[in-house]
């Protein structure tokens, strides 16, 4: 089961939705993708994982010290530009073939796509929380 709620940010409303496990979408309203993913029942019911999220999206101007629980769900490549994301420290940025180098890397691989890694940090639906504002293109332009 989906539980969703709606949260008025400063930057303006947000739905957040999650299930048993974790939170499982952070969206702004209007978002291009808005919910895209999530089943068409869902229930309007605060959980733990909901709760949590709103604390962490607490505009204080201070980088949270805890990770609201957390279940994105996508592909195991997904899954992993994910983790990688959640790695960018608060207040830097990283590039999308630093994520391809590092991804290569642990693969024990020669190369990996930059291209394949923006797909998935674009497939990101739990945006904010899993930092994919801190990653740039190569001459850090936002793409």
């Known amino acids: 089961m989906i539980f969703v709620q709606h949260y008025d940010s400063p930057l303006g409303g947000i739905l957040l939705a999650a299930d ?12 291009k993708y808005l919910a895209r993913d999530l089943p068409a029942e869902r229930i309007g019911q605060d959980t733990p994982a909901l709760a949590e999220a709103r604390r962490w999206l607490y ?3 201070s980088q949270p010290d805890f990770l609201p629980p957390l279940h994105p769900v996508g592909t195991a490549f997904r899954q992993s530009v994910w983790e990688i994301l959640l790695q960018i420290p608060y207040g830097r940025t990283t590039t999308y073939g630093e994520i391809a180098r590092q991804l290569a890397e642990k693969q024990k691989i020669p190369r990996m796509s930059a291209q394949a890694v923006g797909g998935a940090v674009g497939h990101n639906e739990i945006s904010i929380i899993i930092p994919c504002h801190r990653v740039v293109g190569t001459n850090g332009s936002l793409t």
């Not at 048993?20 to 978002?31: H, M, V």
Request: glycine share 34%; hydrophobic share 45%.
């Open 20 to 31: 048993g496990i974790g939170l499982r979408g952070l969206w702004f309203d209007g978002q």
């Open 59 to 61: 505009f204080a101007g």
